[in-house]
């Protein structure tokens, strides 16, 4: 995380001094640690944290944290064994720039909490490295690679104590030219090893998390890099006023609509595996478990999902009945996702909240920009996908909720539900009904569901569900409310 936030600062001074790359010479590295620093605190510039100095064909940029945590007069807190971390920036001759740090990072922080309690946390990673080829015509990585040996964290505060560990750590970045003009495609892919998470807390029964991985998988398309760098650019200037003329808020305006829509496509997956609870009462785990993420281009018809997907569900023995057991699904996910949100004209209000208005036009309301990004008022849901198999069951279901957030009876529904094995389930709700007569009353339910059902070629039961108003119910055409 540490170098992520140091080749970011580097980043943007590389993109908006690109000058510096001229030659390597003090003068060079003087700019340079300017660009670096020139937003921060004059207490923190002065402290000499961040020192940029010439060596050969690069220039050696230092981070001395010991010494930003001194300006910052934590008299409860005291930090130990933070050494310097050097970045290495050199010139290419197509005018892009190499970035390489090669370190260990092994600190520990003690004093005591707001609430009394005495606190120690010690961090370390080894062997960490990383690599890159930044260009500043689009103020981004080209390509990157970072890796590390084991990462530990441990906590300790009063009675309380938080122990988590990784064996080692990868990730790679690539870019490749967009689809979409002037634009550009990133990917960046990696994976930690063995994780470990040890939790004590008071009256709390102590439990370990583990996972054999935990990957990670981004990409996002049609970014608009040199757009943004623009922006980015104009903004840097900015942070050190306490107040932008109306010429530069028009200004940054024009950038920022200049740069919209930022990116054509965003997706993200992380997957545990192998993903295990140990705890007093047995191992509970996961074969994969999987969280995605995606968005559709910033516009008048976003939409934003996210996603989990289980496989290979175990539990201790005996911790439900065993009839129960059966109804625990091998296989699980779930697609759900905030649809038609008009990005687009948010913005368009976003942009003129400060703008001079009309005399005789109203203030802006406190739910303005709620009400600019949903089209016609409404808020759709939609869930491409919700599915749930086991050994005497397969359940899917896909459709949306389109409705009005202030009028909470207003609502329209489509769903389609698709279930394989549905004799089976019945007939073993019938079996546990035996046990627990409750559930006569289910099976009669089902029983009453699979006849206005209609069949698939493949043999599944399909209803279509259908509400127009929140009041009335049709499935199938049939009219139940």
Same mark, same amino acid.
């Given at each position: 995380?540490?170098? !992520? ?69 934590? !008299? ?350 019945? !007939? ?54």
């Amino acid at each position: 995380m540490r170098t !992520k936030i140091i080749a970011g600062s580097v980043l943007i001074a590389l993109a908006v001094n690109p000058a510096t790359a001229a030659d390597i010479n003090a003068q060079g590295a003087a700019a340079l640690q300017e660009s670096l620093t020139g937003f921060l605190p004059e207490q923190v510039k002065k402290s000499d944290f961040l020192t940029v100095t010439p060596a050969g064909d690069r220039y050696e940029i230092s981070y001395d944290f010991g010494k930003l945590i001194g300006t910052l007069g934590l !008299k409860d807190f005291t930090v130990a064994g933070l050494t310097p971390f050097i970045m290495a920036a050199s010139p290419l001759d197509n005018g892009q720039w190499k970035l390489n740090s090669d370190s260990d990072v092994n600190f520990s922080v003690s004093g005591k909490l707001p609430d009394g309690k005495e606190t120690d946390v010690t961090y370390s990673v080894t062997d960490m490295v990383f690599s890159g080829i930044f260009d500043p015509a689009i103020a981004f990585m080209r390509s990157a690679a970072a890796m590390s040996g084991p990462i530990r964290m441990v906590s300790k505060s009063g009675e309380e104590e938080l122990e988590a560990s990784f064996a080692g750590m990868n990730y790679t970045l690539a870019s490749v030219g967009s689809k979409t003009a002037g634009a550009i495609d990133f990917t960046g892919k990696g994976s930690f090893k063995n994780f470990y998470e040890r939790i004590v807390a008071p009256e709390t029964p102590e439990f370990e998390v583990r996972s054999q991985s935990l990957d990670f998988d981004v990409g996002v398309e049609g970014v608009t890099a040199t757009r943004i760098r623009d922006l980015m650019s104009f903004i840097l200037p900015l942070i050190k006023k306490d107040k932008p003329s109306p010429e530069e808020i028009a200004r940054l305006k024009e950038l920022f609509r200049d740069a919209m829509p930022f990116f054509t496509s965003l997706s993200e997956k992380l997957t545990f595996n192998e993903f295990k609870v140990v705890s007093p009462f047995g191992d509970f785990g996961l074969g994969k478990l999987d969280y995605m993420l995606t968005m559709t281009e910033p516009n008048a018809s976003t939409r934003i999902g996210i996603g989990a997907r289980i496989e290979n569900v175990s539990a201790p023995s005996g911790i439900l009945p065993e009839a129960y057991e059966q109804l625990v699904p091998d296989l699980a996910e779930i697609e759900i996702g905030l649809a038609d949100l008009n990005i687009s004209r948010f913005i368009d209000v976003l942009m003129e909240q400060d703008a001079p208005r009309p005399a005789n036009a109203k203030d802006p309301k406190d739910d303005e920009l709620t009400q600019a990004v949903l089209n016609d008022g409404q808020l759709t849901i939609d869930f491409p996908k919700i599915l749930a198999k086991s050994s005497i069951y397969d359940v899917e279901a896909s459709g949306k909720v389109k409705g009005y957030p202030d009028q909470k009876d207003r609502y329209s529904l489509e769903a389609t539900i698709l279930a394989g094995d549905f004799d089976k389930l019945i !007939k073993h709700v019938q079996e546990m009904a035996k046990d627990d007569p409750d559930l006569n009353q289910t099976s009669l339910l089902m029983m009453m569901a699979k006849g206005i059902a209609k069949t698939e070629p493949d043999g599944r039961l399909r209803w279509d569900v259908r509400s127009a108003d929140g009041k009335s119910l049709t499935v199938n055409g049939q009219v139940l409310q």
